[in-house]
């Protein structure tokens, strides 16, 4: 079976500041990771994911992510968020079944 | 529109009745999922299409839920004899292939109200 978990429910940072949004997993076989953000009234859009290879994942809008198998982790990062980045983030992963597991997500919350 | 549609985009119902959310997705996506958003729980998923394959129903909560895809395209959700712990937003994604870690995409999803 498979679970994602993300611990910080909510994560209030000020505008410039770096942020990491830590995700864990657990899962017997392979897995493909994702990050999706969801903004205020909208959809699930796609951040980045790690199917294979290097282990460092760039996506939009300057964010990145790390997979590191030992510690089964994706944690998420930004150097620098701007106000705009405002919106709940969610870890999921992909393994063996076609569906994506997802975490409880995190609120992300810009300070001017 | 080129993204995955969802109608309607809110439905309140009663206790009790039956209801049909409709997902449109993408283009020449062979894939559809079907998710559940709601406080409680988080995102659930619910059911999976691919091609002409018989659907993944394991993440259905109970008998009073069933989908239908027709001609590899439309979905149809339906909640029978709904109940106020359905109250929820209700996601479709399709995605070009299954598996292989192909990137799924969301609609904008049905929020659900059951009074």
């Known amino acids: 079976a498979q679970s994602v978990t993300q611990l910080d429910s909510q994560v209030p940072v000020f505008e410039e500041a770096p942020v990491e949004l830590r995700c864990n997993y657990s899962?017997?076989?392979?897995?493909?990771l994702f990050w999706y953000v969801q903004y205020p009234n909208q959809g699930l859009q796609l951040l980045l994911k790690y199917l294979s290879g290097s282990t460092l994942v760039k996506g939009i809008n300057g964010f990145e992510a790390e997979f590191n198998k030992s510690q089964t982790s994706f944690h998420l990062r930004k150097p620098s968020v701007h106000i705009s980045d405002t919106a709940e983030y969610f870890c999921a992963v992909m393994a063996g079944a076609n569906n994506l597991f997802f975490g409880t997500g995190t609120r992300l919350t810009v300070i001017p | 529109g080129a993204g995955v549609s969802q109608s309607p985009s809110n439905k309140v119902t009663e206790k009790g009745k039956d209801v049909e959310l409709r997902c449109d997705p993408i283009?020449?996506?062979?894939?559809l999922y079907w998710y559940r958003q709601s406080l409680g729980q988080g995102l659930e998923f619910l059911i999976y299409?691919?091609?002409?394959?018989?659907?993944?129903k394991s993440g259905l909560p109970s008998d009073r839920f069933s989908a239908e895809r027709t001609g590899g395209s439309v979905s149809t959700l339906t909640i029978q004899r709904t109940q106020q712990e359905d109250s929820a937003v209700y996601l479709c994604?399709?995605?070009?292939?299954?598996?292989?870690?192909?990137?799924?995409?969301f609609g904008p999803g049905t929020r659900l109200t059951v009074l």
């Open positions: 899962s017997s076989v392979s897995v493909y």
């Open positions: 299409f691919q091609g002409n394959s018989a659907p993944d």
């Open positions: 994604a399709s995605s070009l292939e299954s598996g292989r870690g192909s990137t799924q995409y």
């Open positions: 283009s020449g996506h062979t894939a």
